[in-house]
């Protein structure tokens, strides 16, 4: 008995030459602007335009899942945006609230100045009996005036510590210089360093001329 081998049979391209041109007609005619619009105004439009219509019917599922997540997607963006447009709202609220309480102190403490000079300057020389009579009396009041000036300092030197040392040093800039030496030697040397690093230089030599405490 002979077994003779059998050659498998070549796969016929050649049936799939017609089909394949008749596609390729079938979507050039649909592409092609004349021929799309013979065959959309044609005997056959109402067919092309049902099954548009169909097909886009069947597409509309989709088409609105993605129109949704790009809502949702939109959405958490407009809230991310919300919140950190809060934040900085909040914290130039915070700092406009610290510079213009800082301005009404300087505000003040110009204004005592400028009283205290104009009220040395208008007052009569005491004679010596008088200045001799108010000497018991001025060293006790300059003991309280002493201890007030030195708790108003202390709240001062808190405040300036707890604020932005750019902030600070804007406000500083228009105090005298031993006022804020004063207050500088009731402050901590890491809050004053970086104050003293946001002052100008020459403003900055005025203070450690001052306080020479403050060049350690």
């Given at each position: 008995?002979?077994?003779?081998?059998?050659?498998?049979?070549?796969?016929?391209?050649?049936?799939?030459?017609?089909?394949?041109?008749?596609?390729?007609?079938?979507?050039?005619?649909?592409?092609?602007?004349?021929?799309?619009?013979?065959?959309?105004?044609?005997?056959?439009?109402?067919?092309?335009?049902?099954?548009?219509?169909?097909?886009?019917?069947?597409a509309a599922p989709f088409h609105f899942a993605v129109q949704n997540q790009i809502i949702q997607d939109r959405n958490h963006q407009?809230?991310?945006?919300?919140?950190?447009?809060?934040?900085?709202?909040?914290?130039?609220?915070?700092?406009?609230?610290?510079?213009?309480?800082?301005?009404?102190?300087?505000?003040?403490?110009?204004?005592?100045?400028?009283?205290?000079?104009?009220?040395?300057?208008?007052?009569?020389?005491?004679?010596?009996?008088?200045?001799?009579?108010?000497?018991?009396?001025?060293?006790?009041?300059?003991?309280?005036?002493?201890?007030?000036?030195?708790?108003?300092?202390?709240?001062?030197?808190?405040?300036?510590?707890?604020?932005?040392?750019?902030?600070?040093?804007?406000?500083?800039?228009?105090?005298?210089?031993?006022?804020?030496?004063?207050?500088?030697?009731?402050?901590s040397p890491d809050a004053v360093g970086a104050i003293l690093d946001a002052l100008p230089a020459t403003y900055a030599a005025q203070?450690?001329?001052?306080?020479?405490?403050?060049?350690?």
């Amino acid at each position: 008995m002979i077994v003779t081998r059998r050659r498998r049979k070549p796969f016929p391209w050649r049936r799939l030459i017609l089909p394949v041109i008749a596609i390729a007609l079938v979507v050039f005619a649909f592409t092609w602007p004349p021929s799309r619009g013979v065959i959309t105004g044609g005997p056959v439009g109402p067919m092309a335009q049902k099954a548009g219509s169909t097909f886009d019917t069947i597409a509309a599922p989709f088409h609105f899942a993605v129109q949704n997540q790009i809502i949702q997607d939109r959405n958490h963006q407009i809230v991310v945006l919300q919140q950190q447009l809060a934040a900085a709202q909040a914290d130039s609220a915070a700092k406009a609230k610290q510079i213009t309480a800082l301005n009404a102190q300087v505000s003040q403490l110009q204004t005592q100045a400028a009283n205290a000079q104009s009220a040395s300057s208008a007052a009569p020389l005491a004679s010596p009996a008088a200045a001799a009579a108010g000497a018991s009396g001025t060293s006790a009041a300059g003991a309280g005036t002493t201890s007030q000036q030195s708790s108003e300092d202390s709240r001062t030197a808190q405040y300036w510590a707890n604020m932005e040392p750019d902030n600070a040093a804007k406000v500083i800039q228009k105090l005298p210089v031993p006022y804020v030496a004063r207050v500088f030697s009731q402050m901590s040397p890491d809050a004053v360093g970086a104050i003293l690093d946001a002052l100008p230089a020459t403003y900055a030599a005025q203070l450690t001329q001052e306080n020479p405490q403050l060049k350690r």
